[in-house]
């Protein structure tokens, strides 16, 4: 099947500081890709849906300036957390799906912000 | 609005017992189900659609649209079926729509 990669898989960071976190398509081009936030035993939520070439579509309650997304290639997404805070501290999920087919996940990243 | 439901949050058998791991769906129009699986330290997958009418390790599910709902089932449960499982919808026909998702289900197959 497809393959979806995320990087990084986990990530530390300061209070007030900026994570990037990169979401790549590895076999297949994805013009959109999707978003998600996972808080410990709970389910996947949609932030944003992320669109090659033009700007992010984002889900209600979800601040686009804290959490930037840009899909500047066919292949690649990044979910910025700016000025992070421990609040920001969870499991980032992104999806792609080749052509009309199922989703494909990433591999997830756990921010931790202390 | 578009909702799933999976009331059970931990779901634990005994190796060998049937499994139904419940889906309850609501949603206006026409909608994809799915189950998704994750094992231990392993990425979110796909275990089945409704549209494909499959079977995938042992597991089925039938789109029930009289009671909106989309049960996972099993005969016999195997100690490699412990995972979390999901339920999540999309509207059919929009193949790059994202998905919502259920709360998740634990399965625990015992020995």
């Known amino acids: 099947g497809a393959v979806v990669s995320q990087h990084p898989s986990w990530v530390i960071c300061k209070s007030g500081t900026s994570v990037k976190i990169e979401c790549r398509s590895l076999?297949?081009?994805?013009?959109?890709m999707f978003w998600y936030r996972q808080f410990p035993k709970q389910s996947l939520m949609l932030m944003a849906t992320?669109?090659?070439?033009?700007?992010?579509?984002?889900e209600q309650g979800v601040e686009k300036d804290k959490f930037l997304i840009n899909h500047a290639s066919l292949t690649l997404s990044t979910l910025t957390v700016t000025s992070a805070h421990p609040e920001d501290s969870s499991f980032y999920i992104c999806?792609?799906?080749?052509?009309?087919?199922?989703?494909?996940f990433g591999q997830g990243t756990r921010l931790t912000v202390v | 609005a578009q909702r799933v439901t999976q009331p059970e949050k931990l779901l634990s058998v005994f190796k060998g017992a049937p499994v139904e791991l419940k889906c309850n769906y609501s949603?206006?129009?026409?909608?994809?189900l799915f189950w998704y699986v994750q094992y231990s330290r392993q990425r979110l997958q796909l275990l089945l659609r409704?549209?494909s009418r499959e079977s995938i390790k042992g597991f089925t599910a039938d789109l029930n649209k009289g009671e909106t709902s989309f049960h996972l089932k099993k005969p016999f449960a195997q100690e490699e079926d412990s995972a979390m499982y999901y339920c999540?919808?999309?509207?059919?026909?929009?193949?790059?729509?994202?998905?919502?998702f259920g709360s998740g289900t634990r399965l625990q197959v015992q020995p």
């Open positions: 999806s792609a799906n080749p052509r009309e087919a199922e989703a494909f």
């Open positions: 076999d297949f081009q994805a013009t959109t």
């Open positions: 992320s669109n090659e070439g033009s700007k992010a579509t984002y």
């Open positions: 949603y206006s129009g026409s909608p994809e």
């Open positions: 409704h549209i």
């Open positions: 999540a919808l999309r509207s059919a026909g929009a193949g790059r729509r994202a998905l919502t």
